[in-house]
């Protein structure tokens, strides 16, 4: 074989790879939890550290420690769940055991978490909006697109309201961008990474790990029994039942 | 629950288990934080059911619980949420109106009659859990 032929041929394959149709991601997915004796590989790599600014940090760890100090004291402080108010992006991305459904197609990719039966919904291959005309809400707007077996996600438009990972603040300024892969045939990863300019000294990064389940029927979810409430002190009480 | 049904087969037990009893569990199952239950006790105790409440985001089960003699106190207890509960194995029938169940808990700190679900011993003998990993749920 000539060298001419080799390279041809070596770039015949390469396109030919890369016209491969991107992975399907539909179906349903639960959080993985590595058992006793799972393989270490399929573990989420460790999160990067996340540093808030001074201003951010201060209040941010007081309200910690309030929090531990109320929870020792068992009275815990109310959040949005008190309310039964969804999670919101990116917290509904992993929520307890609550499995996530992938709706895959070719213009959008539409993700529904099971707890508080949250929708997301990605518009393939569209440029992002300008942050300042995304109405801040709990979901925000969100683009996809495919590089390689990789489904890269662009997120702005979240309130501030809706606190993120790790309860960490944020400002209407912040950009979420994930990056979602089969690791095994049963086996995603999302990789999140959250940038904000106003609240944080530096991006920070975090994986979630997520496997398949086969033929699970995805559980409604309304919160139409809520019985938790805040007392005169703030903590959470739970109502309960005369006979 | 009429007071006359209740106090032949039931009785109410209360036992206080420490140590181990701390369950690293309950983070798993649901929206809220688990500290207005006191998870170093457990208490026991038997009762009919007078109501059973399959709903989000959480499942409760109304019990009358007769005394020793025969006085009934009404306990609402705290379940995980449909989805959880069925990833450990419960069906929504599990439980009915009129049942007679033995339920295991960690009482509320207040002193209060309610409580979060251990286990509950369902009409038929089962044993179930209060989530996946737990006793009668599927790892």
Wanted: charge should be neutral; charged fraction near 20%.
């Amino acid at each position: 074989m000539n060298i001419r032929v080799a390279a041809f041929l070596l770039l015949w394959c390469a396109g030919a790879a890369h016209a491969q149709p991107p992975p399907d991601l539909s179906g349903v997915w639960a959080p993985y939890r590595p058992g006793r004796g799972a393989d270490p590989k399929l573990n989420p790599p460790a999160p990067t550290p996340i540093v808030l600014k001074a201003q951010y940090a201060k209040p941010y760890e007081a309200r910690r420690a309030a929090e531990d100090e109320a929870i020792k004291r068992g009275e815990p402080l109310g959040t949005a769940a008190v309310q039964c108010v969804p999670y919101g992006f990116p917290r509904m991305m992993a929520v307890a055991l609550y499995p996530a459904e992938i709706i895959q197609r070719q213009a959008q990719i539409t993700i529904i978490t099971e707890a508080f039966s949250e929708v997301r919904r990605v518009y393939m291959n569209q440029p992002q909006l300008p942050i300042d005309e995304v109405p801040p809400g709990y979901y925000g707007h969100s683009v996809g697109k495919w590089d390689g077996d990789t489904l890269v996600i662009d997120t702005v438009g979240i309130k501030e309201s809706v606190l993120g990972y790790q309860n960490t603040p944020h400002s209407t300024q912040m950009r979420i961008t994930e990056r979602i892969r089969l690791i095994t045939a049963d086996l995603l990863h999302d990789q999140i990474t959250v940038e904000d300019p106003v609240v944080l000294e530096k991006p920070f990064t975090y994986t979630l790990a997520y496997r398949r389940m086969p033929n699970y029927k995805m559980v409604e979810f309304v919160c139409e029994n809520n019985r938790e409430y805040l007392d005169e002190k703030g903590a959470v009480k739970m109502k309960l039942r005369e006979r | 629950m009429r007071a006359g049904q209740a106090g032949l087969t039931t009785r109410l037990y209360v036992g206080v288990l420490c140590g181990a009893a701390v369950f690293a569990a309950h983070p798993l199952l649901a929206h809220h934080s688990f500290a207005m239950f006191d998870t170093a006790k457990r208490v026991t105790m038997s009762g009919t059911v007078t109501a059973f409440e399959w709903t989000n985001p959480h499942v409760y089960i109304e019990l009358d619980v007769p005394d020793e003699k025969g006085a009934v106190k009404h306990w609402s207890v705290e379940l995980g949420s449909p989805s959880i509960l069925m990833q450990a194995g419960w069906k929504f029938t599990d439980v009915k109106a009129n049942d007679k169940i033995t339920v295991v808990l960690n009482p509320l700190r207040s002193g209060e009659a309610g409580g979060l679900l251990v286990t509950a011993t369902v009409r038929d003998g089962r044993v179930l859990g209060n989530g996946p990993g737990r006793v009668g749920g599927q790892p």
